[in-house]
């Protein structure tokens, strides 16, 4: 269905823009004269212009998020109505896509939609922890603090992610820098040793020939070419399989398992769960809407199986801390604090506090992990390319010894 942007007079001669997605142009005027708009113009958009806006730019990211809703809450707690914040955040937001998408929910609010209901068709950028708090909000008359709480959510959200990615990028620079430099050694080094070593006329060493086929294998056209592929194709397949339930759930168990690396899988996810049940109940969300909407925040596979037997509990009239600590995953403080909360009446400022002690835990513990994977990395790459080097200087070694 083509899409039409007009500009149109209220009743009270204010000028007033926005899209509606429409057959034709008198379908547009009609909808206008339904709402007592005055048509000035309408003017249809190109397909090709709509689907550079909103398909073709970059994923939109919890830090998007967190701006949008801060901006959001900012707007609505100065008073602005639902569609002027809209009509003002489509225009100033910078990643494109999120853009398109507030100029389609601008349009959708415009023809009765709840903000709610407009966001839920757009799942795939809004999370389901947005959709409801916004809920929440709209049907409470509490918009801009749910608005809050969701700003507050995406940015420490966006500040433990980001110490992470940060953490992790010295290794991953070492491990590339060790990569190219194997590749380069086998690519180049080597092959100007093989001729030398055949003037030799004896019996290269078992570590020599098995550096030599190394080499051939890398410098080969198959391999050039087969390689890439044979990424891609993995890449792909293991995509697949982590869309599956099955799969999910190996991979998660998997992870939690490693040492050093899965306590720290526990640590935020335990962070995680605490902060998003904290601000759904915060909102008013009821225990077991929370839970379930939580469920889907924690994105874990081992955790979704056992909050769905703690629903299940809860739902019979049990209490939250009992159930909660099947989940082993979580640490046992977590467990203890829900009880506290319950018992105190206060479980959503109790979980806020959970959250902010994982959440400085887990900085702490990757620091320290850091701290170990730097040297055992550089430990790693010095003894690899000193088995290299002492692999092409054995012959060398050993045609002396036949001299002397």
Sequence with gaps: MPSYNYSAKTVKGEVVKGRFDASDKNMVIALLRSKNYYPIEIEEIALAQKEVRIESIKKVTIKDLAI???????????GLSVLGCLDLLRKQTENKRLAG???????????????????ELYSNVFPVIMTSLIRVGEVSGSLDYSLERLASHF??????????????????????????MVVGMLTFIVPNFVSMFASFGSELPTPTKILIKISEIVKSVYFLLGAPVAIIALTFLFKKFKQTKKGKL?????????PLVGVNIKKILASRFTRTLSSLLKTGVPLIQALEVTDKVVDNQI????????????????????PLGLIELFPPMVTQMVHIGEEAGSLDSIMAKVADFYDDEVEYSIGRLISIIEPVMMLVLAVLIGSMVVAMIMPIFSMYQNIR
Aim: charged residues 25%; contains cysteine.
């Design 68 to 78: 949008l809703c801060r901006q959001f809450y900012t707007m609505v707690d100065a």
């Design 101 to 119: 998408v507030l100029a389609k929910i601008y349009d959708e609010v415009q023809k009765g939609r709840s903000l709610s209901e407009a966001m």
């Design 155 to 180: 940015e420490k959200e966006n500040r433990t992610r980001q110490k992470i990615k940060t953490a992790m990028t010295y290794p991953a620079v070492i491990g590339i820098i060790a990569l190219f």
């Design 250 to 258: 190996i991979i998660d168990t998997i992870l939690v398992r490693l």
């Design 303 to 322: 955790v979704s199986i056992g909050l769905e037997k703690v629903m299940e509990e809860v739902k019979r009239g049990s209490n939250l801390a009992g």
